[in-house]
Every structure is written in structure tokens, then in C-alpha cells.
């Protein structure tokens, strides 16, 4: 079976402890059609879905270790890699995925096969989007390997134009079948999709302490990351509790697959989704969040001159009191989980269990981005610190809006325009307009006007 088609990756789905990733056989050959080795880390990406780059590291490899392993494919014929290479598949890269039978399909965009090849031709000018979670040492003595066969062959085909030899022949014909027999091991390889940097770090964490004993500096000195506080750490704990949580509104619900689904509609909430959301209202921006990761908690009370952003979370971050973070997320979204049901008393919150796909705006990324943006205006209005955390003052607010109809897909397909509408259809139920004149009406028309 052919796991590499098309631009297509075949594997099997696994769940371990609430958390899923996929496994796949794959050749030598074709690892290296959509990853390599590299010491440059893409961290996110910018609005227009260009990489950002970690500027504060270089992941670096043991060059003794890699000439080993090197060594160690071409000397022995019955070279073996038992254990899996795990690697990171952003979100941004895949343009769709589908089950099919016991399998899935995820098929990655284009550039990710581009990035490799230009990176192939000159270092740090392709982007190499699906990134070495574990097994860097590996993938880098392969490539060596496979460069050392190459640079062998051509070296001992330079020389026989000088008259051939026998042995020379037998060299020959030696390189030439361990790069082929070299090209076609197959690797188990392990995917998850779309984790951030701090996941990722836990999973190779995890991995390597059963084996050895690996230093936490090692680890985040593989990732780019500080041993201090960050955002990002702060953002995926709260993650990770609130999908535990039996009671949480968001128990089980953050996943990486939820039924087939096409790049242009909205699966389940991803986790790196929800991370960043949290992330946004703990930091200015992006670029800033990257800047936050290396500044002490207490420096996050200072703002810039020309900052107007409303961030809500910053202050308890700064505080250390994130648990006032996970409690105001939990409590607003089961007042959205119980106030906006169906005439049976089932809530619109609630996916079909059978189906894990979305069938309404409030279940999709976009939904959950519009009532986030509400819950950032209540907190806005609601000071005391009582009332943040209590399901009933934000039914308050909320029921108000039950006159939407969040099941009417025509109007609130899953875009992000269906999302701004729907927000600025909440904002103008909870807070009325006092004229015409209001900005909210005004952005509302403009948002109905596109096409």
C-alpha cells in the first residue's frame, strides 16, 4: 500500500488517554518528500498564513550521534528502526481530511512538498512545515547517509572512467543497492496534528524520560521555549483542564477530528485553536505573545502607550491566578451550553455523539470565536469578580439572545463572516442601539453586503 499519494497521507487513527494522533508506515523516500531535517522552528503562522520563525533558538543536533547512525545504515545491511519518528502537522497545511474505513486521509497543500525541495537546493530558503517532534538524530543521520551513498557513487564513477576494476565494480554495486534497499525501509511515524510548541515539548518529554532521563533545559532548548511562566503554557494547561473536566462545557469537545470535513468548513475545536484564542486575551498580538514568553509574569501589568486592545486575562496572568482564567471559560460557556436549547430542552452546544460534526454555528471555531468576543464585552460591563465566575449573571446577558436562530446555516454558514455577524446579531440584542447611528449597525450592513 502505497501511503504516500497524491500529496496524500494514509494512516490509522489512535486515541491514548483523551488525546489522538495518527500512525502511518511510510519509506524512507517518502518521509523525506514532506520533511527534513532543519534548525529553524516555525512557531505560527501571521494572518497571511506565512510562517513565523523562533528567533530566540537554533535546534542543533550531536554531530558524533548523527555520523553514527549514518555509519551505522550504511555499513549495516540489516539495519533496523523499530521505534516511531513522531512529527507535528500543522493545521495550516492540510486542505482536508476524511476517514475511510478504519484509515484517514490528510491531504497536505502543496507547499509543504515545495519547502522541501527548495530547502534541498539552498539551507534556510524553503519552509519546512512538518516539523521532527522526536526523532531528529534519526531523520539527520538518514539524510547523511543517503548525501555519503550519493557523493560514493558519483566518486567511484568519476574514477572508473579511468578504466574499470573489479573492484571498483563491487564498490559500485554495493553503494547502489544499500541506497536503494536505504530509500525503501519503511519507518513507522507518528502525527499529531496542529499542537503547539509546549505540547510538543511534553511529548518528546514523555517519550525520552522512559528511556533515559532527559533534562528539562534539553527539551526546551529543542523547542525554543524558557523553563519560566509563559502565556503559552498558561493557555494550554487551561486547555487541557477544561477538556478533562467531566463538568466543563468543553469536556471531550476539544479534538483534532470530528468527522470528515473539507478545508472550508469547521471541524470540532482544535486545541492549538483554543490556546491562541486564550493567548489573545493574555497579549497584544502574535509577534508580542512570542516576546511575553521570555518576560516574568509581573512585566505583563505594563502596557504600551498606544495599546487599546481589551484583554481581559492579562491582569490574572500577571497575577498568577490562572485559575480565574479556566473558571470565568467554564462558567460563561455552560451559561451558553444552558440558556440556548431547543424546544426539546437539548442544547444547541451539544454535538451528536454518533457524528462529532458540526450542525450549527455555536458548534463550530467561528461560533465559539463570535461568543468569545461577547464574553470579552461582558467582562467589559461585569466588574465584579463574584459575578465573572457565576453561570447565572451571564444567562443575564445571554438570554437575550434567544431569539437567534443559530440551526439557520444559510445565514450562519461556518465562515468567518458568519462569525462577525453573528457577534455584532448578540451585541445589538444584550446592548440595544440608542439610534441608527450606532457602529455596530453599520458594521453589520457592511458585513452583509460581501459576497
Not at 527539551?219 to 503554557?233: A, H
Not at 444547541?348 to 455555536?362: G, V
Request: hydrophobic share 35%; charged share 25%.
Amino acid at each position: 500500500m502505497n501511503n504516500l499519494e497524491d500529496n496524500k497521507i494514509l494512516g490509522i487513527p489512535v486515541i491514548q488517554n483523551q488525546q489522538e494522533f495518527v500512525i502511518g508506515v511510510f519509506t524512507i523516500d517518502q518521509i523525506l518528500k514532506f520533511t527534513k531535517f532543519t534548525k529553524r522552528l516555525i512557531i505560527n503562522y501571521d494572518d497571511e498564513n506565512k510562517p513565523i520563525y523562533n528567533s530566540h533558538i537554533q535546534r542543533e543536533v550531536e554531530s558524533m550521534r548523527v555520523e553514527k547512525i549514518a555509519d551505522f545504515l550504511i555499513e549495516d545491511p540489516e539495519a533496523t528502526f523499530p521505534t516511531n519518528i513522531v512529527l507535528s502537522i500543522p493545521q495550516k497545511v492540510i486542505d482536508r481530511q476524511t476517514h475511510n474505513n478504519q484509515f484517514i486521509e490528510i491531504y497536505l497543500n502543496k507547499e509543504v512538498f515545495s519547502g522541501i525541495e527548495q530547502e534541498k537546493q539552498k539551507e534556510n530558503t524553503g519552509d519546512i512545515h512538518i516539523t521532527i517532534i522526536d526523532g531528529q538524530h534519526r531523520i539527520r543521520g538518514i539524510e547523511i547517509a543517503i548525501e555519503r551513498l550519493q557523493s560514493n557513487i558519483n566518486t567511484v564513477v568519476q574514477t572508473s572512467k579511468g578504466g574499470v576494476s573489479e573492484s571498483l565494480n563491487k564498490k559500485l554495486e554495493y553503494y547502489r543497492v544499500r541506497l536503494k534497499d536505504l530509500l525503501n525501509i519503511q519507518l513507522v511515524v507518528s502525527f499529531f496534528i496542529d499542537k503547539t510548541l509546549e505540547y510538543q515539548a511534553m511529548i518528546f518529554s514523555t517519550i525520552n524520560r522512559t528511556q533515559k532521563r532527559v533534562s528539562e533545559s534539553l527539551v526546551y532548548s529543542l523547542f525554543g521555549l524558557t523553563t519560566q511562566d509563559s502565556p503559552q503554557k498558561t493557555a494550554l494547561q487551561i486547555v487541557l483542564a477544561l477538556n478533562a473536566h467531566s463538568k466543563s462545557p468543553f469536556y471531550n469537545r476539544i479534538k483534532l477530528y470530528g468527522g470528515d470535513y473539507e478545508i472550508n468548513q469547521s471541524p470540532p475545536l482544535s486545541q492549538a485553536g483554543m490556546v491562541k484564542s486564550i493567548i489573545n486575551l493574555i497579549c497584544e498580538n502574535l509577534r508580542e505573545s512570542e516576546l511575553d514568553r521570555y518576560r516574568s509574569r509581573k512585566e505583563l501589568f505594563k502596557r504600551s502607550e498606544s495599546s487599546s486592545k481589551n484583554l481581559p486575562m492579562r491582569d490574572y496572568y500577571a497575577k498568577d491566578n490562572d485559575s480565574k482564567i479556566s473558571d470565568i471559560l467554564f462558567h460563561y460557556f455552560n451559561s451558553v451550553k444552558d440558556t440556548f436549547v431547543r424546544n426539546d430542552n437539548s442544547s444547541l452546544w451539544d454535538f451528536n455523539p454518533e457524528k462529532m460534526k458540526p450542525s450549527n454555528i455555536l458548534q463550530t471555531t467561528v461560533g465559539y470565536q463570535a461568543l468569545l468576543k461577547i464574553l470579552v464585552d461582558i467582562l467589559g460591563e461585569v466588574k465584579s469578580e463574584n459575578d465573572r465566575v457565576s453561570k447565572e449573571k451571564y444567562s443575564e446577558f445571554l438570554k437575550k439572545c434567544k431569539s437567534i436562530n443559530f440551526e439557520d446555516t444559510k445565514t450562519y454558514n461556518f465562515t468567518s463572516k458568519s462569525s462577525n455577524l453573528l457577534y455584532y446579531d448578540m451585541s445589538l440584542l444584550i446592548w440595544n442601539p440608542l439610534n441608527n447611528s450606532d457602529k455596530r449597525i453599520q458594521k453589520r450592513e457592511e458585513i452583509l453586503k460581501r459576497e
